[in-house]
């Protein structure tokens, strides 16, 4: 077992191919200049760095020591190490300087700068002085079957934290029947944004807004007559989480599924969801609705690409509708809507969360690691949801708990960065509906299975490959996945 675990901890070369995912986009002064449309893509397909690993089985590990009486304030003077990746850190230090003020904590914070992920990876198997870390949840599975991580399920308050938590959560964090972490943030990445400014000029109102894929899709050439040069920025960015993404949050949009939630069989087939969305991107590619030169952008690009005000529709981040609504970054602000949930959601749920590493350490120890990971990531010790109301405050990044979600200063919070303060409670009904792509993230090939998919998308788009062999890779790559992993 312990070869095993140490094989698979090897191989954190799996995710240094990949860019991290998930995390807010950072703050920057966007460059907003009209999109120059090409001919031709500019783009080749990425040859991901991966190499597969070997199948690891659960760790069962044993509960620490739960002292009493003491509330979430440390019991000894071991230091807590917190690790986290570059986003806003100013704002997390703060944070943990205050845990540390108010209950004479011991928590040292650092930012992690470079390939997080591959970074992570070797200071668990190494196990190095780690206790607190970010994690988005395909990160979280794979930590959890090396046995590197303690899950939530550990924490004395643990019933106090699902019952706080939404349902749809709870299951996408959830992993064999453990809750895996504590909620850092959510958002809906692939959730249509709208230049309301440039479809009100070419004749459209919200009455006109499609419900479904294939209605947007079709409503793009009326667009198009009107003269929208390119109606649509599509998510088909060169980023790990970008065209492959895009294709699992629109299988999922559509009814479908990848790969089942728990079994993770592949689902995929022609005459289904994926086959359906597949066609339309080779339809609205070979007929020049889009700037094929959007398969080279990195997310920043993407994002200043839909900001310039030069496109009508785009999937992006929910949280990025403060930006967009805001004048000092947005020139379309005060006019970026949102296609509502009318019976289909838009994206799908991208989220992160806090993990306990389970390296070496007395039990007491491990019990000041659970209070401060509980006070930071669920409720401090005024009974507060601090961190995570800071958060929907700071950045709009919503929360797995219902204190947060359904707390005033939220309500507040969001009105004011929609274009339509009014449109607050079908943003929150677009994201209780919003699906988790559980099939091809709670898994231990993910890594494996994104990096393959994103280059699949870019070589079916460029090459002008067929529908069906196309989704018969798919399909076959996940058989592949699950006999290597011995997954059934």
């Avoid at 988005?136 to 899950?151: D, H, Q, S, T």
């Avoid at 969801?273 to 590619?285: C, E, F, M, V």
Wanted: glycine share 6%; proline share 8%; charged share 20%.
């Amino acid at each position: 077992m312990k070869k095993k675990i140490l094989w698979l901890g090897l191989s954190f070369l799996l995710v240094a191919a990949l860019v991290l995912t998930a995390c807010p986009a950072p703050v920057v002064e966007p460059v907003v200049e009209p999109v120059e449309p090409v001919v031709e893509p500019v783009v080749e397909p990425v040859e991901p760095v991966v190499e597969p690993v070997e199948p690891v089985e659960p760790v069962v590990v044993a509960k620490p020591l739960l002292l009493e009486g003491q509330g979430l304030a440390p019991a000894t003077n071991e230091t807590v190490v917190f690790r986290g990746w570059a986003y806003k850190t100013h704002i997390v230090e703060d944070n943990a300087q205050r845990y540390n003020t108010s209950l004479e904590g011991n928590v040292e914070y650092a930012t992690i700068t470079g390939d997080y992920p591959a970074l992570m990876e070797m200071s668990l198997v190494a196990a190095a002085p780690l206790d607190i870390l970010y994690a988005n949840p395909f990160m979280a599975v794979r930590y959890f079957e090396g046995g590197w991580i303690l899950p939530a399920e550990d924490l004395p308050n643990i019933d106090a934290i699902k019952a706080d938590m939404y349902p749809h959560m709870l299951d996408a964090w959830s992993h064999k029947g453990n809750l895996l972490g504590l909620s850092y943030f959510i958002s809906i990445r692939g959730m249509i944004h709208v230049n309301l400014m440039k479809y009100n000029e070419l004749g459209f109102t919200e009455a006109d807004y499609p419900t479904t894929w294939d209605e947007l899709y079709d409503q793009l050439y009326e667009l198009r007559e009107e003269g929208a040069l390119y109606p649509i920025l599509p998510h088909w960015f060169a980023e790990w989480f970008g065209v492959n993404w895009a294709f699992l949050f629109e299988v999922l949009n559509r009814g479908g599924r990848t790969a089942d939630p728990e079994t993770h069989a592949p689902l995929v087939t022609v005459d289904g969801p994926a086959g359906d969305t597949l066609r339309d991107w080779k339809r609205i590619w070979n007929d020049g609705l889009i700037p094929k030169d959007v398969l080279g952008y990195n997310e920043m690009e993407y994002m200043e690409a839909w900001a310039s005000g030069e496109f009508v529709f785009s999937p992006q981040q929910i949280y990025d509708l403060k930006r967009f609504n805001d004048p000092v970054y947005s020139p379309i602000a005060g006019y970026n809507d949102f296609l509502p949930y009318v019976g289909q959601s838009w994206g799908f749920i991208d989220s992160a969360m806090y993990l306990m590493t389970n390296r070496p350490r007395t039990p007491e120890h491990t019990e000041d690691v659970m209070r401060f990971a509980s006070w930071y990531g669920f409720q401090d010790h005024l009974g507060e949801t601090f961190v995570g109301l800071r958060w929907m405050e700071e950045s709009m990044l919503f929360s797995a708990y219902k204190s947060v979600m359904e707390h005033p200063d939220t309500k507040a919070a969001i009105e004011v960065s929609l274009s339509n303060p009014d449109k607050y409670e079908a943003l929150l009904e677009l994201y209780g509906n919003t699906p988790h792509a559980k099939g091809v993230i709670n898994v231990i090939w993910a890594p494996e299975f994104n990096a393959w998919l994103m280059e699949t998308m870019q070589k079916f788009l460029v090459d002008n490959l067929p529908v069906n062999e196309t989704i018969e890779a798919i399909r076959l790559k996940i058989i592949e996945l699950n006999d290597f992993y011995g997954i059934s």
